[in-house]
């Protein structure tokens, strides 16, 4: 396709990739910023001082961007980060072209007044929904600097000594946006702008019942070949048996399941649904308190509050998690019902959170040990999860670390027990 196309909200032709936003330039800028309010007309991009793409993600490409104003003011961010929708040389990448549809309509009511939380400042989004292409322009967030926490990566929180307050920042934010949703006070287009699809409110289970026992057995295998990486209690060869017995019956009420999920409404808010730390900045208020901002928000929406939280706590340590989960969902319920949004108790969520885990394992986590294996070639019985290999292949570190706490909590909280409710 060409390189540029015709946004669906501002009619304004934007870039689909880097060369084209370097070809418009300061012009662009400037017609882009006036376009949604981020500039006046008496107000002008002067110049792009740098553009050097920023490498990562699982999406389209990304860019800093360093900027200059004609008359530079509070609000206007000269560093600045670009997303866009496309990578038009990777098409794997390219498949994740429609997340930043959602990501954009999302920025742009985080311009509103009275907005709740700290997302990136928005400077410009539009997206031609027909071809999926995209682009996202915000303040860059300047981890390391300025008061702001170094960046941390996912499923490393055992490096951070402060993980725990982090997760009640989070937290916090996210149950505001969802309580603030519920109560009416993001704009009366919520439900327009992200409506609710019980369809796709948990992913569905790929296997058959023979298949699921074999990924048991397999993880069994894996447990025994790599006694370091998995903790005692599921690595236990009765868990194990447990597991094979417990997940065809989970298959059996799938759909019983996926209804339950959508039977509570007042469950249902926009949130973020993948508010790892890594998806965070952090900074320290005048009082000394920990603070929070959410970022990268793509396939935003609406959706179960209990699986916007396993969002969030399934990167955190196992430990922290056997200790502090009811403290933590706790935590939310009492700022969703703060903000706005239902009281819930906490039995509720947490029957939803861990049938949810529980689908989730089946539908994706199961199949992490071949993963880890493809990964790290080179494993042996005397690493732990610790290795250094871990550390450098983010794939096999979030499939181990993932695959650890959906089972841990499924022994130590017994998941095959919630099945009774739809005996």
């Given amino acids: 396709m060409s390189g540029w196309v015709r946004g669906d ?46 490498k990562g993600g699982s999406t389209g490409r990304k860019f800093f961007l ?63 929904a027909e071809s999926q292409t995209g682009l996202l322009i915000t303040e860059t967030i300047t981890f390391g600097h300025n008061g702001i926490a170094p960046h941390h990566e996912k499923c490393l929180d055992y490096e951070l000594p402060d993980a725990l307050a982090r997760y009640h920042a989070v937290i916090t934010a996210n149950a505001r946006l969802a309580g603030a949703h519920r109560a009416g006070r993001l704009g ?34 894996f447990a ?28 059996t009420h799938e759909h019983a399941i996926q209804r339950f999920f959508t039977s509570d409404p007042s469950l249902i808010a926009l949130c973020h649904w993948n508010a790892n730390l890594d998806n965070a900045w952090f900074w320290h208020d005048e009082s000394g308190a920990l603070r929070c901002g959410l970022m990268d928000w793509g396939r935003v929406g609406q959706m179960n509050i209990a699986h916007a939280l396993w969002g969030t706590l399934s990167a955190a340590e196992p ?68 290795h250094t290999g871990f550390k450098t292949s983010e794939a096999a570190r979030t499939q181990l670390h993932m695959l650890t706490n959906a089972l841990n909590l499924w022994q130590r909280r017994n998941f095959g027990g919630l099945l009774a409710r739809f005996s």
């Fill in 188 to 221: 009366p287009d919520i439900n327009t702008l992200f409506p609710y699809n019980p369809a796709a409110a948990c992913d569905p289970i790929r296997y058959d019942a023979r298949q699921l026992r074999n990924r048991a057995a397999r993880t069994g295998t």
């Fill in 319 to 386: 430990d922290m998690l056997d200790a502090e989960l009811d403290a933590l969902l706790t935590l939310f319920l009492r700022e969703y019902a703060a903000h706005g949004g239902a009281a819930a108790t906490l039995e509720t969520l947490q029957t939803h959170m861990f049938l949810y885990i529980a689908t989730m394992a089946m539908a994706w986590l199961l199949d992490a040990p071949p993963i880890i294996r493809a990964q790290l070639p080179g494993l042996s019985p005397a690493h732990d999860r610790f």
């Fill in 224 to 251: 025994k070949e790599f006694p370091k990486l998995l903790p005692e209690n599921i690595a236990n060869p009765a868990f194990i048996a447990q597991l094979a017995e417990d997940m065809p019956h989970f298959l």
């Fill in 9 to 54: 909200n501002t009619g304004l032709l934007i870039p689909a990739h880097g060369e084209a936003l370097q070809k418009g330039g300061a012009d662009f800028l400037t017609a882009a910023f006036r376009a949604v309010g981020t500039l006046g007309a008496n107000n002008a991009v002067t110049r792009i001082n740098q553009i050097t793409e920023c």
């Fill in 66 to 128: 360093s900027v200059a104003y004609a008359h530079p003011a509070p609000g206007l961010h000269e560093s600045l980060f670009v997303k866009f929708s496309r990578d038009f040389d990777d098409p794997i990448r390219d498949r994740g072209r429609d997340q930043l549809g959602p990501e954009i309509r999302f920025a742009a009511i985080s311009r509103r007044p009275g907005f709740p939380i700290n997302v990136p400042a928005c400077m410009f989004g539009d997206y031609h």
